[in-house]
């Protein structure tokens, strides 16, 4: 009989050990096996204030293989491969710092807040940019940059709207200044749009997370 009792004392023991293993679990579960689940951003159109035409757009540009096409009409964004077609609903594009139009033009205004953007009319329209083809800015490997290779995607770009964010590598690491300037876009469709970039980081510092404030349509 003392053996049939040691027995299931060592049992009653075991479930012991078992339950107050379980118990434990839930504080110590995931330190080591899994990551702690980390909150994500949101992107696109964040901000939208249909009473005053403005709002902010956050893009991840972080992917050099990406083109990003913003859509202010309807409010949309689309990603694509910078090998991939255009959609056919666009107004202008991020890739990484650079920037095109949809057959549109860019002036550099003097203004810093949309509160101060000169009259539509008073711009002088020659000074609009339009976009030009290149062959050497639209970066999409650097993956061998230190043997002095660099891969580029043949694509238009806007030198005016792509002046939002100066990047002087000269030095090391790099050296990034914004505009802080105001971009005012003629669109095909003649209506305008004025742009501004107020951020290339996200809150962890990491650079190509870029945050424009936008107002659309502008009234003439």
């Not at 991939?84 to 810093?112: C, M, Q």
């Not at 609009?128 to 050497?136: G, I, L």
């Not at 809150?203 to 870029?210: C, E, I, N, R, S």
């Amino acid at each position: 009989m003392s053996g049939i009792f040691e027995r299931m004392g060592m049992f009653m023991f075991g479930v012991t050990v078992m339950l107050s293993l379980c118990a434990c679990n839930g504080i110590f579960e995931n330190i080591y096996d899994e990551p702690s689940q980390e909150e994500k951003n949101e992107f696109g159109f964040i901000i939208v204030d249909d009473a005053t035409r403005t709002g902010t757009i956050y893009i991840d540009a972080t992917d050099y293989t990406e083109w990003h096409y913003i859509d202010l009409h309807d409010k949309q964004v689309t990603t694509t491969s910078v090998y991939d077609s255009t959609p056919d609903n666009w107004d202008f594009a991020i890739h990484r710092y650079d920037a095109k139009t949809n057959n549109g033009a860019v002036l550099e205004s003097t203004a810093v807040d949309f509160n101060s953007l000169p009259d539509m009319a008073s711009l002088p329209q020659e000074s609009f940019v339009a976009d030009e083809w290149t062959t050497d800015r639209i970066t999409v490997d650097m993956s061998q940059m230190m043997d002095g290779i660099i891969i580029y995607a043949e694509d238009y770009y806007n030198p005016c709207l792509s002046r939002w964010l100066d990047v002087d590598t000269s030095t090391m690491p790099p050296i990034y200044t914004l505009s802080n300037k105001v971009y005012v876009l003629r669109f095909s469709d003649g209506t305008y749009a004025a742009l501004r970039l107020s951020n290339f980081m996200n809150d962890a510092a990491v650079k190509g997370f870029m945050t424009v404030d936008y107002l659309y349509p502008v009234e003439l």
